[in-house]
């Protein structure tokens, strides 16, 4: 079956001078296996990401070349002359490992089986940073997770140097609201 696709926005070839491995760098970029902004063939070695650039939607196509030592790049989108500016760093050209010497056995055999991988930059921080946050433990499909005094388990103060009575009251907090909100009382919360 053959697909047609419209001729790229942007493109380019990129030699390193170096072997990269496309799919080992972008993956630490992909959220799970059933990311949709992320598709990798395992046969040809070609790397889809769809992305937000500040220059607004893109989606590129990156194929390793082995004969070459190079990546073909291909983008789409408002943002493909962005992202095609951006495909060294993303496939770390800025990764300096010029002076890294492993010193133990099972590091020096981790480095040379992974000796395609770099440190990918893709100048995107909340690309990275909000679905960091929203796949933290606190979040459940059904929503957010509430936490505060009325969901969170009970706090039992500590005896300890210095307590009185074998409690230790104010001084560790115990009756202090876990997260005070301004205008709103020790104790209440806001519905």
């Known amino acids: 079956m053959t697909v047609d696709v419209e001729a790229p926005d942007a493109e380019t070839v990129w030699r390193p001078g170096r072997p990269v491995g496309v799919h080992v760098t972008l993956a630490t970029l992909r959220r799970s296996a059933r990311d949709p902004a992320y598709r990798h063939d395992r046969v040809s070695g070609v790397v889809w990401r769809a992305t937000r650039t500040p220059l607004g939607p893109a989606t590129v196509r990156l194929e390793p070349r082995a004969?070459?030592?190079?990546?073909?790049?291909?983008?789409?989108?408002?943002?493909?002359?962005?992202?095609?500016?951006?495909?060294?760093?993303?496939?770390?050209?800025?990764d300096d490992d010029s002076g890294f010497e492993p010193r133990h056995d099972l590091v020096g055999t981790a480095w040379r089986a992974a000796a395609g991988w770099r440190v990918p930059r893709t100048g995107l921080v909340?690309?990275?940073?909000?679905?960091?946050?929203?796949?933290?433990?606190?979040?459940?499909?059904?929503?957010?997770?509430?936490?505060?005094?009325?969901?969170?388990?009970?706090?039992?103060?500590?005896?300890?140097?210095?307590?009185?009575?074998?409690?230790?009251?104010?001084?560790?907090?115990?009756?202090?609201?876990?997260?005070?909100?301004?205008?709103?009382?020790?104790?209440?919360?806001?519905?």
């Open 67 to 94: 004969v070459e030592a190079a990546v073909a790049a291909q983008a789409w989108g408002p943002g493909a002359g962005w992202v095609i500016e951006s495909v060294p760093a993303m496939l770390g050209a800025h």
């Open 126 to 191: 909340i690309e990275s940073l909000a679905p960091a946050c929203v796949e933290q433990p606190g979040h459940r499909a059904g929503g957010v997770r509430r936490v505060g005094r009325d969901r969170a388990p009970a706090r039992r103060a500590r005896t300890g140097p210095g307590s009185a009575h074998g409690h230790a009251g104010a001084a560790v907090g115990a009756d202090a609201d876990p997260h005070p909100v301004l205008g709103v009382a020790a104790g209440q919360h806001r519905r």
